[in-house]
Each structure stands twice: as structure tokens, then as C-alpha cells.
């Protein structure tokens, strides 16, 4: 019966989730959910991304998932083209009807990227499809070189992974290798970028990998920007 249950809920977020990425296609518009544990740097890593990305140039909105406050949205506000807050409250991870529920509140039109930051978790989200066009995984090094093997369907399922908070390995045994080894297993074709919003080591990177995979019209009927 549990089983069933499950099925069931994941079938019917699916269904949402499909819908979802229809309107981001139709629109012309790039979303990406990024998983993480809590503490990551996701708000930070968002901030950056946008300032890189530059209102004028490719306007980005924001819709931010956490289970209180709107502390992340508060801070996300000043660099994107719009932001919108979901409260989780017990839930774990957002879902594609929460998602939905947002969109009518945004300005499609206007945008050419969606930016969905999912609660921090690294298991829930990995199972909840929100309509996305490419899943990005940040993995800090704070946390340890054992995370990929102990969430391995995360991984799998990433389209890209971004090591964060790489100012750090001076002053932590992390082993980057094993890291490394351990995501090629899962899933041999990701790219894996190493960034620091701290020094802004890869974040360059990483803006130029994102802007391409919009011009490759991952999901969407892109609307090209003349640059």
C-alpha cells in the first residue's frame, strides 16, 4: 500500500512537472534546479551567477524554496530580474504544483533563465521532478569527500556538479580524487566545475557552461541573446 502511495505521488508530480516544462519551452526559457545539503552555497553561488550574468545582458528570476523565512529571497532580490518565495514548512524539498503556482506570479516574457533553489536536502529533490531543464548539484568541500557514494541518486541524475567553496582544500583533508572517481562511476559524462564565490575561482566556468547550454535550447525554443 505504501508502494502504491508513492507511486502514485510521484506519477502525479510528474505529470505536473511535464506541464511545467512545456510553459518553459513555450516561453523560451532555461530552468535549473540546484540541490544541495543546507549550507552548501547556494544563495551565495545565485548571487554570483547573477551578477556574472548581468540584469541587462540575460535577466534571470529566482524562485526560492525553503521551509521559513524568506531570508534567501531577501538577499536574492537586489540581483534578479524577479523572485519568488515558497514555504515548504515540514516538506523537505519542493514539488512540481508549488512550482506551477509560482509561475503565474512571473514574467516569462521578460527572463531568458529560471532558477529554482530547492531546499537543502540531498535525497528528497533528486526523486521530485519540478520541470526543470538541468538538475545542477552543489557538493562543498565542507562536507566531506564521502557524500557522492552516501547519495549516490543525486548524482546520477545531475547534469552538471559544482564543487563550492574550493578556497578551502588548503585547510581541509578532503580528498578530491575519491570525489571524482566516485561521481565518473555514476555518471561518466558530467562535467564537474570547481568554483569559489569567495575568490571567484570558476565562476566564469561556470556562467559560460550555463549560457551554452541555453544556446543549445536544453528544453526550450531559446530566445537568443545578440552579445
Not at 12 to 31: I, S
Not at 50 to 56: D, P, S
Not at 103 to 125: H, S
Not at 220 to 225: E, S
Amino acid at each position: 500500500m505504501k508502494i502504491n502511495i508513492v507511486k502514485n505521488v510521484l506519477k502525479a508530480n510528474d505529470l505536473v512537472a511535464q506541464a511545467n516544462r512545456k510553459t518553459f519551452k513555450e516561453k523560451g526559457v532555461l530552468a535549473a534546479n540546484f540541490i544541495s545539503s543546507p549550507g552548501s552555497g547556494k544563495t551565495t553561488l545565485l548571487e554570483k551567477t547573477l551578477t556574472a550574468l548581468g540584469e541587462q545582458q540575460h535577466k534571470a528570476t529566482v524562485i526560492v524554496g525553503d521551509l521559513q523565512t524568506t531570508r534567501d529571497a531577501q538577499r536574492l532580490e537586489p540581483f534578479a530580474y524577479q523572485v519568488v518565495q515558497i514555504n515548504t514548512g515540514t516538506s523537505c524539498h519542493l514539488y512540481a504544483n508549488q512550482v506551477a503556482e509560482s509561475l503565474p506570479k512571473l514574467d516569462l516574457e521578460a527572463v531568458e533563465y529560471v532558477f529554482i533553489e530547492n531546499v537543502g536536502n540531498m535525497v528528497c529533490p533528486g526523486e521530485f521532478d519540478l520541470g526543470e531543464n538541468i538538475k545542477v548539484i552543489l557538493l562543498s568541500l565542507p562536507e566531506g569527500d564521502d557524500k557522492v557514494a552516501k547519495y549516490p541518486t543525486i548524482f546520477r541524475a545531475a547534469d552538471v556538479v559544482l564543487l563550492t567553496k574550493t578556497d578551502l582544500e588548503p585547510v581541509m583533508s578532503f580528498d578530491k580524487k575519491q570525489v571524482y572517481d566516485d561521481i565518473s562511476r555514476l555518471n561518466a559524462n558530467i562535467e564537474i566545475i570547481e568554483v569559489s564565490a569567495k575568490t571567484g575561482e570558476g565562476l566564469s566556468c561556470w556562467v559560460e557552461w550555463l549560457k551554452k547550454r541555453r544556446k543549445e535550447g536544453i528544453g526550450a525554443q531559446v530566445k537568443f541573446i545578440t552579445e
